[in-house]
């Protein structure tokens, strides 16, 4: 399964908008479908997420590629069923399966078994799995995952060329393989490029660690306090509780997932982005050439994870590693290298 940090929040930030207007709802009692289209024959595409699209900047881009897809491919307006819980996402699965596109796109890792039991019971049926795949390999279940470790090494490369304290920090969801690929590599990052830079890693943990403000709050304070100028922000919803210990305390901080420099000024260096658009309109591509049916693994050469500050815009993007073009020369030369195959950055999932 692969990570995916930033589960059931509103705080995927990006410099990419798609308009609450232009969503096509669900099937839930309260939701709405868009029935228009293309003509007769057009391509059918529909779009099933685990949460409300709402100012959830990460499934905006989930919604911003199924469109892309349908526009290239001269398709209909794409539906798009956003779910609330458990039992709405089954039925809205269930939905789109009943009407039958030529591909449906699953965005999470809650659709895994869903989509393992839908892929099943209907052999013609095509999924694109988006960050996540099943455990079985179905012929008509097109997986794409995230390299996000490579994105975190490099924001741990600024972070190490950046930090005067030579102390770097994560605040991480779980102390687990797949939630320390924003951590460990954060800190591979730093000692790449300051030997002598030292890393600690605190967890969220609790009850509601995707969502846990506070205790975010409290773990990143303590890094603060322990001398730690640079810290990664991987506490999900709890990544507000982060931001406001940097302005606190002093340090400095990176996002997650899309650009969460926006509104929070002076405290966010840079942001890990993972393009899901990128993703959503590769794997539809992929499957009405009928080579659907495998895992497609998306990272910085694939232009599936990025850097806010490697992407045009970034002067304007208010993250501070914009004030640090020297930083970014140096950056930009770690990328190029990973991307070359000459540096490997180690996946603590793998």
């Keep these: 399964m692969s990570l995916r940090i930033s589960r059931r929040t509103s705080l995927r930030l990006s410099s990419l908008a798609v308009g609450a207007a232009l969503l096509a709802t669900g099937c839930n009692a309260a939701a709405k479908k868009d029935d228009s ?8 595409f529909t779009l099933v997420t685990p949460d409300p699209v709402a100012q959830n900047e990460f499934l905006k881009l989930a919604v911003s590629g199924v469109k892309s897809a349908a526009k290239a491919q001269g398709a209909g307006s794409p539906k798009v069923f956003q779910s609330s819980d458990t039992s709405s996402q089954q039925q809205n699965v269930q939905s789109a399966v009943d009407s039958a596109p030529d591909v449906i796109a699953l965005v999470g890792f809650e659709f895994a078994d869903i989509a393992a039991q839908q892929a099943e019971a209907h052999p013609k049926q095509q999924f694109l799995l988006v960050d996540a ?3 079985k390999t179905f012929k008509n279940v097109t997986c794409a995952v995230f ?3 490579e994105a975190v090494y490099l924001a741990g490369a600024e972070a190490g060329l950046l930090t005067k304290s030579k102390k770097v920090g994560a605040v991480d969801v779980l102390d687990t393989l797949q939630f320390r690929r924003y951590s460990e590599p954060f800190a591979a990052g730093a000692k790449k490029v300051q030997p002598k830079v030292k890393s600690r890693t605190l967890f969220v943990g609790g009850q509601s660690p995707f969502n846990d403000a506070a205790r975010a709050k409290d773990q990143a304070a303590t890094l603060g306090s322990g001398g730690a100028d640079q810290v990664m922000a991987a506490a999900a919803g ?6 406001q210990a940097a302005k606190a305390k002093g340090f400095k ?5 899309a650009n969460q420099c926006v509104g929070t000024s002076g405290v966010v260096v840079d942001n890990v982005l993972k393009k899901t658009d990128v993703a959503v309109g590769k794997g539809i591509a992929q499957i009405l050439k009928g080579k659907g049916g ?3 693994s998306y990272g910085l050469k694939e232009g599936g994870m990025s850097l806010t500050g490697l992407e045009p815009g970034v002067a304007d993007s208010q993250c501070l590693i914009a004030d640090h073009k020297d930083v970014l020369k140096r950056v930009e030369s770690l990328r190029d290298d990973i991307v070359a195959g000459k540096l490997k950055v180690n996946d603590p999932a793998a």
Aim: glycine fraction near 24%; proline fraction near 0%; charge should be neutral.
């Design 294 to 296: 495998t895992t497609v």
């Design 238 to 243: 709890g990544n507000t509780g982060v931001f």
């Design 147 to 149: 390299r996000e470790h």
């Design 133 to 135: 795949c099943t455990k």
């Design 253 to 257: 901080a990176y996002g997650v997932d």
């Design 37 to 44: 289209g293309g003509g007769e024959g057009a391509k059918a």
